[in-house]
């Protein structure tokens, strides 16, 4: 399967800068009624181009529109098929639907699975997908459901208290909510003020978890969280909401107590301290920040 399916993206990816690879000779014909290749019945009249040697179909042009793998795909588009005969690569005409997204002419080139699910989109222009604007050049990337796992940030965008960082990755869960993203100024999740990290080698600012909770953030300003007075820092969560790391903000005793057959250990802290804790609320570690 491997060697045929990279066939079509081989020849689709052919450029000067390739031009020492040996060439495949291949032909053009025009299907006739009844006619099959490689296990597709492609409409009468469609233009196919085959790998001479084996008659693999390395591309085809529509001649009307054409139901593959669950998708209608329109009159004059231009694809590629893995060896099972499932859809592989798409460019798209006007007002081409895959699944709930609309691509124009010469917006994208569509990557499917082996099982005709869409995997990604290279986009040729600035998209707007599921209420976010994505940036062109870069590829846009798709879970088996159809909707978007990651992405690019075209512009700064404002999206349930976040402000997202253009040009930056955002990655979400398959229910359309957003499980990583960079911010590009203060932002606001429940009542926390968060704000994004200058470092440009973490990946991402706020983190989330698929039920919705926050993960990790950085505090901009101070918070009491399950008695805590939080400092400006990074901050960690548990998925039921539990604090797990945090910034301490103001002087304070801590009680260690990492094992609950060893005797609590009072420590005086300082403002600035990282405390982390068990689910329990027990302080399992403590570090200086002097």
């Not at 399967?1 to 993206?9: A, E, T």
């Not at 025009?30 to 290749?37: A, E, F, L, N, S």
């Not at 005793?253 to 420590?267: G, T």
Request: with cysteine.
């Amino acid at each position: 399967m491997k060697l045929f399916s990279l066939i079509p993206l081989f020849i689709f990816s052919l450029s000067t800068a390739h031009a020492h690879r040996p060439y495949i000779p291949t032909h053009q014909v025009t299907v006739k009624k009844g006619d099959i290749h490689q296990g597709v019945q492609f409409p009468e009249g469609s233009i196919l181009t085959l790998i001479s040697s084996s008659g693999v179909v390395a591309s085809a042009t529509l001649s009307r529109d054409f139901k593959m793998n669950g998708h209608l795909l329109k009159q004059g588009s231009a694809l590629s098929i893995w060896s099972n005969g499932a859809l592989f690569e798409l460019s798209p005409v006007s007002g081409q639907k895959i699944g709930d997204i609309e691509f124009q002419a010469g917006e994208a080139s569509l990557r499917f699975t082996s099982n005709g699910a869409l995997e990604s989109a290279s986009l040729h222009a600035d998209k707007e997908v599921h209420g976010y604007r994505f940036a062109k050049n870069m590829n846009l990337e798709f879970h088996p459901n159809g909707k978007v796992s990651r992405g690019y940030i075209a512009e700064e965008q404002l999206k349930s208290g976040l402000k997202l960082k253009a040009n930056s990755e955002i990655r979400f869960f398959p229910t359309e909510q957003i499980q990583a993203a960079k911010l590009s100024g203060e932002s606001t999740v429940g009542n926390y003020k968060i704000k994004g990290d200058l470092n440009p080698a973490n990946a991402s600012d706020v983190e989330f978890y698929p039920n919705g909770r926050l993960k990790a953030a950085i505090l901009s300003q101070h918070a009491e969280i399950d008695g805590y007075r939080c400092g400006p820092g990074n901050i960690v969560f548990f998925e039921s909401g539990k604090i797990k790391e945090l910034t301490l903000g103001e002087d304070r005793v801590v009680k260690l107590h990492p094992y609950l057959d060893q005797s609590i250990i009072e420590k005086p802290a300082r403002r600035g301290d990282r405390i982390n804790l068990s689910e329990d609320g027990r302080v399992m570690g403590w570090s200086s920040s002097r």
